[in-house]
């Protein structure tokens, strides 16, 4: 079992930055990837960005020279640097982890509320 906190929601004006944070505990040898994920009022969840355990990254178009996801050296922490923030960057983040095989562990999520 893994559990997963995340922290560093708020508001924040458009321009602004925020930097989130997810603590995995538990069985955390086991995990391979991380991943960010939101989902907007309304909407479907969509992924952020994601770190392979190996420090492979991808993120969505959207956020691609905005948002930067990184990992601790123990592997258990992982953060997403979010830089010129959109109001369409408003939702509900959630921190993902999947296990080697292939379990999905979610935190319960961290809100972020952009304002025009």
């Known amino acids: 079992q893994v559990q997963l906190v995340e922290s560093g929601g708020g508001l924040v004006q458009a321009g602004g930055t925020l930097r989130l944070s997810c603590v995995a505990s538990?069985?955390?040898?086991?995990?391979?990837?991380m991943g960010w994920y939101r989902q907007a009022p309304g909407k479907q969840r969509e992924l952020v960005a994601t770190?392979?355990?190996?420090?492979?990254?991808n993120y969505a178009d959207s956020v691609k020279d905005r948002f930067s996801i990184s990992r601790n050296s123990a592997g258990n922490t992982v953060y997403l640097q979010m830089n010129s923030l959109k109001p369409e960057d408003t939702g509900v983040y959630y921190c993902?982890?999947?296990?080697?095989?292939?379990?999905?562990?979610w935190g319960k999520g961290t809100l972020v509320t952009v304002s025009s």
């Open positions: 993902k982890a999947r296990n080697v095989w292939a379990m999905d562990y």
């Open positions: 538990g069985s955390i040898d086991s995990i391979g990837t």
């Open positions: 770190i392979s355990s190996g420090g492979s990254t």
